[in-house]
């Protein structure tokens, strides 16, 4: 039987990162994926929020996602466009690149070049899991043996239901077809008043292909859409189909709302839409996976390679059950500002007024992009559990940015005051010092300017673990408490 330190169930965005991220940190990862090829349902998700690119920006890579994507100053909101230029933040802006464009872009670093092996056209089938580790049984009679199972398979997941995590959550409301076609005649680009509409899948490009979402009068559906069905609807909305043939691919999709009950079981763990599904409005569904990733993957290596004990897996449930809450929450609001009663459509006239001032724009914008996410670590300095301002920095080797500094999915101690102070050595192999000079106001999305502390422990995923003197009592206990027991000199 092969063995691996983790196995990946699923080689979509949130599996990619999670392998990535293991890969750098050294972990011996496989990722378990039945397509082919990288290939996926052309325009599903079309978009990366701020924090997604920073992220990226963490590990040296998102110039190569934003040459290929479309910048615009805004997010989306219940079909509202809220303006996020004036952010605090490098990419004050939404990306918008397809998720078939992202996932090619992300294997090529992942498997090109950091390595990880795929397993093609194979899936999970089942598995067994004991103290000290997991049997899992892949299609083809083949399987595998790991210290972890990751299900990142999808919202159908078999792997959180072979794990016997409960998925609580509401049924849909609404439903939608969507598909990638051709056209024989040019449609009208835009928006229907009831919602959905047509547009183009290469905006720029002239005669398609074009990307179509019509709203369904049924929510039940028993089969699959077709071109005929597809044919169908568009007549009813248009009166016309305008010749549609040749599909890339045709789906429907609802605003079915569930939330994993807990993202752990023993040794499998959940991330993206194994752990969470949601209507698409805001955007937010990749998003949220890639950074699920980006929590889990430093934690779990740390405990694959012994720095850290299993306990800290606990804390990616604690931090990340409540994103994902919330993402739930804000996609079942912008639902309900969405329907096409006029109850409905007084309130979204109201939140439309409200929107248009700038602290409520700004907070529920930040809540979008994911850039006011804040961890609950307890009491302490205003930075504590949100993500690290990427500062530019002055230091003896030369200048440098925060985000520079994370590239190795490594924790950093940043020293803003006088150099020593602090004896890094009992976490040396773990944790880099770093002596530094910045000169300039912080401010976050949502805090606005905060007061610099004199040294920060930036974890790897970005996120402040301590802030604060380095002479502080609480310093070497947050270290221990996240990456480890000191190391007896």
């Known amino acids: 039987?092969?063995?691996?330190?983790?196995?990946?169930?699923?080689?979509?965005?949130?599996?990619?990162?999670?392998?990535?991220?293991?890969?750098?940190?050294?972990?011996?990862?496989?990722?378990?994926?039945?397509?082919?090829?990288?290939?996926?349902?052309?325009?599903?998700?079309?978009?990366?929020?701020?924090?997604?690119?920073?992220?990226?920006?963490?590990?040296?890579?998102?110039?190569?996602?934003?040459?290929?994507?479309?910048?615009?100053?805004?997010?989306?909101?219940?079909?509202?466009?809220?303006?996020?230029?004036?952010?605090?933040?490098?990419?004050?802006?939404?990306?918008?690149?397809?998720?078939?464009?992202?996932?090619?872009?992300?294997?090529?670093?992942?498997?090109?070049?950091?390595?990880?092996?795929?397993?093609?056209?194979?899936?999970?089938?089942?598995?067994?899991?004991?103290?000290?580790?997991?049997?899992?049984?892949?299609?083809?009679?083949?399987s595998l043996r790991t210290e972890y199972l990751v299900g990142c398979d999808g919202g159908r997941s078999l792997i959180r239901k072979a794990a016997g995590i409960d998925f609580p959550g509401w049924d849909p409301t609404t439903s939608h077809l969507i598909a990638e076609v051709e056209m024989a005649e040019e449609p009208p680009v835009g928006m229907l008043p009831e919602g959905g509409g047509i547009g183009p899948v290469n905006p720029g490009d002239d005669g398609g292909p074009y990307r179509v979402v019509l709203v369904e009068k049924q929510v039940e559906h028993t089969g699959e859409p077709n071109l005929q069905y597809l044919s169908e609807a568009l007549v009813a909305a248009y009166g016309t189909d305008y010749g549609v043939h040749s599909p890339t691919w045709i789906s429907r999709f609802t605003d079915t709302t569930r939330q994993a009950a807990s993202y752990r079981e023993g040794r499998v763990l959940l991330a993206g839409d194994a752990a969470h599904v949601h209507g698409p409005q805001g955007g937010q569904g990749l998003n949220t996976g890639v950074q699920d990733a980006v929590n889990l993957g430093w934690k779990l290596a740390q405990v694959v390679n012994e720095t850290s004990p299993e306990s800290l897996l606990d804390t990616y449930h604690a931090e990340r059950h409540p994103v994902g809450a919330r993402v739930l929450q804000n996609t079942m609001a912008q639902v309900a500002l969405s329907r096409i009663d006029e109850r409905?459509?007084?309130?979204?006239?109201?939140?439309?007024?409200?929107?248009?001032?700038?602290?409520?724009?700004?907070?529920?914008?930040?809540?979008?992009?994911?850039?006011?996410?804040?961890?609950?670590?307890?009491?302490?300095?205003?930075?504590?559990?949100?993500?690290?301002?990427?500062?530019?920095?002055?230091t003896a080797d030369g200048p440098t940015r925060v985000f520079t500094l994370l590239h190795d999915v490594r924790p950093v101690l940043l020293n803003l005051g006088e150099p020593g102070g602090f004896d890094i050595s009992p976490w040396a192999d773990r944790i880099r010092l770093v002596d530094a000079k910045h000169a300039g106001v912080w401010e976050l999305p949502v805090l606005g300017e905060i007061a610099a502390p004199p040294a920060v422990v930036i974890r790897p995923d970005g996120h402040v673990a301590w802030a604060g003197d380095l002479t502080d009592p609480e310093l070497p206990r947050a270290l221990a408490t996240w990456f480890g027991a000191a190391t007896p000199a």
Do not use: K
Not at 64 to 80: C, I, L, N, T, W
Not at 357 to 362: H, Q, S, V, Y
């Open 1 to 142: 039987m092969t063995e691996h330190a983790v196995v990946i169930a699923g080689g979509g965005p949130t599996g990619l990162m999670l392998a990535g991220e293991l890969a750098l940190a050294g972990v011996d990862v496989v990722v378990v994926e039945r397509r082919a090829s990288q290939d996926v349902d052309g325009s599903r998700a079309g978009g990366l929020h701020s924090r997604t690119i920073e992220v990226l920006d963490q590990r040296g890579v998102a110039e190569r996602f934003v040459s290929a994507g479309q910048v615009h100053p805004f997010v989306g909101y219940a079909g509202m466009f809220l303006d996020i230029s004036d952010f605090p933040t490098r990419h004050n802006h939404l990306l918008a690149l397809w998720q078939r464009d992202f996932e090619r872009i992300l294997a090529g670093w992942v498997v090109g070049e950091l390595g990880v092996p795929i397993l093609r056209r194979c899936e999970v089938v089942g598995f067994a899991q004991d103290d000290t580790g997991v049997d899992v049984e892949l299609s083809g009679d083949t």
């Open 344 to 394: 409905s459509r007084a309130l979204r006239d109201t939140m439309t007024e409200l929107l248009s001032t700038d602290e409520p724009r700004r907070r529920i914008a930040a809540m979008i992009s994911g850039l006011d996410i804040h961890y609950d670590l307890g009491e302490g300095h205003p930075l504590l559990g949100r993500r690290m301002p990427d500062l530019d920095l002055s």
